[in-house]
């Protein structure tokens, strides 16, 4: 429902439909594009599409992608900031089949534990290569700092302690959802992680709520829909106590799997 594709010389990457914003995705492989690089990349964005080998022109879309925002402050170091806006060449009309979500607004609340949905067309992807769907937790950002000790306020984790669900690489840029009654609303975008699905290294996200005043100040017509989530009770991760898990040990922290810039695409 807001999952979209970018293409890139026959190499595709998960993304996401967000109000008139796509999320779209490259990863940072040996080449290391980053900031001004950006902009020599040649994408198209695939939207109403649910099964990579099997295109259905009644619902499909593709547009284009005219121009790219890179958030100033992105950190090739720390993965911090890791947005960036970009303007399709067209407008997408919604359908049945492309539809929005909610963005979190500034201020929302995340708690440690809240029920998240990630999707995505990464790895590994079982033929015939459809959509997958994973439910995580929150971690909270004490809790994850202490695992992972590269967190930083505008990055929000999730994952199953113990390991086992994930999302893997392919995945980046893709949207971790969360439900307030009837309403989905996007809390972050896939970023980076430590390997898939290992135990005590949950997956990092890109948190949407601490970027709505830079979004819309760089959008002037059809601004998105932010809504403030607002998890219910004391948030256990305010009470969290770090105590290292057995067999950590601080080179972990380097070992970078996935590196991607996530970028919300916007239609004129």
Known sequence: MWLCSSKSQNSWRSGCLTWKLALAVWRIPDQQKVGSDCSSLHRRVILGQQNQRDRDTKTVVERNIGKIIVHPKFS?????????????SSPVEFTDYIRPVCLAASGSRFNNGTDS???????????????????VPVIGNRQCSCLLRTVTDNMICAGVLSGGKDSCEGDSGGPMVSKQRSRWIQS?????????AQPNLPGVY??????????????????????EFTSR??????????????????TTAKSYQTLSNIVFCLVR
């Open 206 to 227: 890109t948190r949407v709520s601490r970027y709505q005043s830079w979004i819309k100040a760089r959008i002037r017509f059809n601004k998105p829909g932010f809504v």
């Open 76 to 88: 090739q170091t720390t993965i911090d900031n890791d947005i960036a806006l970009l303007r399709l």
């Open 233 to 250: 009770g004391e948030d256990p991760d305010s009470s969290f106590t770090c105590q290292a898990p057995p067999g950590y040990h601080k």
């Open 188 to 196: 972050g975008v896939v970023s980076f992680g430590f390997g898939c």
């Open 117 to 135: 949905w990630v999707t995505g067309w990464g790895n590994p992807l079982p033929r015939p290569q459809t959509l997958q769907e994973v439910k």
